[in-house]
């Protein structure tokens, strides 16, 4: 009776095995670390299996030695002798674990600290200290010191320890980008920090990792690191882009007309003009992902701007049925136009 039970749990757990594997995007993950934080993590948690794969051998080969050696032999029948207690190895068995305890806790502690910052950003004039803020379900990125916000993908250069001051403009998020480092909180009304460094240039995919509404799963984002150059380059256009301007060709001109008409501006900022109610559009055709999940091509942008609720339940944006397709054509054309990294660029 208990055996079949048991089989029948054999499914499931092949089932399980293997949708662990479906976590999807080949950089969301915390195993093939890219940077000295999650080198730590990573580091920490191979320490960790290895003190349980000890345990375990050892545990096994006792138990397997004692059922063998005092095992019941034929003819005997006498009780075997009775003991109560035993200094020696009540001695081990305490002072071992003791000893494995103090193997996990000193590196632990060591790179709690060590990678420990504060949100302050007088302590950190030779770093890069971007201010990020989750907002249901999208992310925020000001770089205060140069003068500008970015929405959706955080750009950090190459080889730096890159100070993220963590705050929450609604309810708690976390953030978290797995292949550099752990999550932390964001908590509305109080200000986390952590660093995070990446040793080489990408594309690392983020995520939201605290439940934080219906569309939680898809707060999704990208931190893209760039060799030192490349990064100053596109700090300047970051920097260069004031304000929303009208471009010169015709159609997109005429898409910059239907962009002030619906007072998108009154949500997304571009350059330092307009709100951060929504993610700042000024660098937006770069964007790999649309709203973080949908892959930024003109059809999903089109879907997106006329039902955002179904393409990303419960989020702020404000929905478009009705504009024609003239306007629609004319404003992703203008949407196109907001790039700072052109043609070139290679993520
Ligand atoms: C009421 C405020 C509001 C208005 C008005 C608004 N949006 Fe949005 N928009 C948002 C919010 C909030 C998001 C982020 C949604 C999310 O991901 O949770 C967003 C996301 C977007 C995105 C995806 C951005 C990214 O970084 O991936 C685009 C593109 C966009 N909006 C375009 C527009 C356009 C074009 C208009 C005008 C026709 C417009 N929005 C009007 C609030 C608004
Ligand atoms: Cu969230």
């Given at each position: 009776m208990l055996r079949k039970n048991v089989w029948r749990f054999l499914p499931l757990s092949l089932i399980m095995l293997f949708l662990t594997?479906?976590?999807?995007?080949?950089?969301?993950?915390?195993?093939?670390?890219?940077?000295p934080a999650a080198q730590w993590i990573f580091d920490n948690m191979m320490l960790s299996l290895y003190v349980m794969a000890f345990v375990s051998i050892v545990v096994f080969v006792i138990y397997f030695i004692i059922l063998a050696k005092f095992r019941r032999k034929e003819g005997d029948n006498e009780l075997p002798r009775q003991v109560h207690g035993n200094t020696a190895m009540e001695i081990t068995w305490t002072v071992i674990p003791i000893l494995l305890l103090i193997i996990l806790f000193v590196p632990t502690i060591v790179g709690t600290f060590k990678f420990h910052v504060n949100a302050d950003p007088s302590q950190y004039e030779d770093n890069l200290y971007i201010n990020v803020t989750g907002h249901q379900y999208w992310w925020q990125f000001d770089y205060e010191e140069e003068g500008f916000t970015a929405g959706q993908e955080v750009y950090i250069p190459v080889g730096q320890e890159v100070i993220f001051e963590l705050n929450a403009e609604d309810v708690i998020h976390s953030f978290w980008v797995p292949a550099l480092g752990g999550k932390q909180d964001t908590v509305p009304g109080i200000q986390n920090a952590m660093y995070l460094e990446a040793d080489e240039p990408g594309v690392y995919f983020g995520k939201?990792?605290?439940?934080?509404?219906?569309s939680h799963a898809l707060m999704e984002f990208k931190l893209i690191a760039l060799e030192q150059d490349d990064y100053d380059a596109w700090v300047e256009e970051m920097q260069s882009i004031e304000e929303a301007e009208q471009p010169d060709e015709a159609l997109a001109s005429d898409g910059y007309e239907v962009f002030e008409e619906q007072s998108c501006i009154g949500c997304h900022a571009i350059g330092g003009q307009?709100?951060?109610?929504?993610?700042?559009?000024?660098?937006?055709?770069?964007?790999?992902m649309i709203a973080g999940?949908?892959?930024?091509n003109d059809e999903n942008l089109e879907a997106w701007i006329r039902d955002p609720q179904s393409l990303k339940?419960?989020?702020k944006m404000q929905a478009?049925?009705?504009?024609s397709d003239e306007d629609m054509e004319a404003l992703i054309a203008y949407l196109r136009t907001l790039e700072v990294r052109g043609a070139d660029q290679d993520y």
């Open positions: 594997g479906c976590m999807g995007e080949e950089n969301l993950t915390a195993l093939d670390p890219k940077g939201c990792a605290e439940l934080c509404g219906p307009g709100t951060a109610a929504g993610p700042s559009l000024t660098n937006f055709a770069d964007r790999q999940v949908l892959e930024n339940q419960g989020n478009y049925p009705d504009m």
